[in-house]
């Protein structure tokens, strides 16, 4: 791949076969092909960090990033000055293993879309394996379909068919709101997969019976079940225990706390 970087002291690449230790957000790569503003190349690298992207790759750009970038920038100057400029989009993405390429109409070829929310879900599934990219085009016409046909899925923002127009910038926003929103749902469900494994425990049907039929016992010695007319008080607290699935622990306790219901219910006695 030729390339160059804006920063001349940063020139680490990223290859895909080589064991990936870093955050997933870091597999993302954002490219913008052609792009005729630089201040559109600062505005969309402040969208990127915003939401933790940092590979920013710049296909054959008409006005190389200058002060007016590093200004709309924001703060994000780390990944502007990071980002890589490349001669064609072929050299952007051969590293890739899944490309998604923009496209704000529909074209005479058809070709397999992505809703946003989908697009983020696919991408960070599967940077677990590669990097993987999305492609932005020109802002004012696009990319073209030979750009489009190197892209293995097209997305587009199903924005007010009224009126469409979304500068660079906030079609880099969206997109990456959704990959960030992918990889924090993917990152919640793994702690919450570990959390499961290392403390919950669920219980069998006989001890979760045994706990019924203490509670019902309980509850009776405190007269708030009637013997004679227990109505459904024990169906609803079944179903209400049910959506709170309580583990082992929990259900432990609550015997405990039952127990002492009984204690002091005897004591009054």
Not at 30 to 37: A, F, G, K, Q, W
Not at 191 to 209: F, L
Request: proline fraction near 5%.
């Amino acid at each position: 791949m030729t390339s160059s970087k804006i920063d001349s002291n940063s020139d680490n690449e990223n290859h895909p076969n080589e064991t990936f230790t870093g955050s997933l957000l870091d597999r993302v790569r954002i490219v913008l092909v052609n792009t005729s503003d630089c201040r559109n190349i600062g505005s969309a690298a402040r969208a990127m960090k915003t939401m933790g992207l940092t590979d920013l790759v710049l296909v054959d750009p008409l006005e190389l990033p200058n002060g007016q970038a590093q200004a709309l920038s924001a703060g994000a100057s780390d990944v502007l000055n990071g980002a890589r400029i490349v001669k064609t989009l072929e050299d952007a993405i051969s590293d890739c293993g899944l490309v998604v390429g923009t496209s704000a109409r529909s074209r005479t070829l058809p070709w397999p879309m992505l809703e946003p929310r989908g697009c983020g879900e696919k991408l960070i599934k599967e940077a677990n394996e590669y990097p993987v990219a999305i492609v932005f085009g020109r802002e004012s016409s696009g990319l073209s379909n030979e750009e489009l046909q190197l892209c293995h899925f097209h997305v587009q923002i199903p924005a007010n068919p009224d009126y469409s127009s979304l500068n660079l910038a906030m079609a880099v926003q969206t997109l990456s709101y959704e990959v960030r929103t992918s990889f924090l749902v993917q990152e919640n469900a793994q702690y919450a997969n570990k959390v499961k494994s290392d403390d919950e425990e669920y219980p069998v049907i006989e001890e979760t019976e045994r706990f019924y039929s203490h509670f019902e016992q309980a509850m009776k010695k405190t007269g708030f079940i009637t013997p004679n007319h227990p109505g459904l008080i024990m169906t609803k607290l079944r179903r209400l225990f049910n959506r709170a699935r309580p583990d082992v622990k929990e259900i432990k306790m609550m015997r405990g706390i039952l127990a002492s219901i009984e204690r002091a219910a005897k004591d009054k006695e």
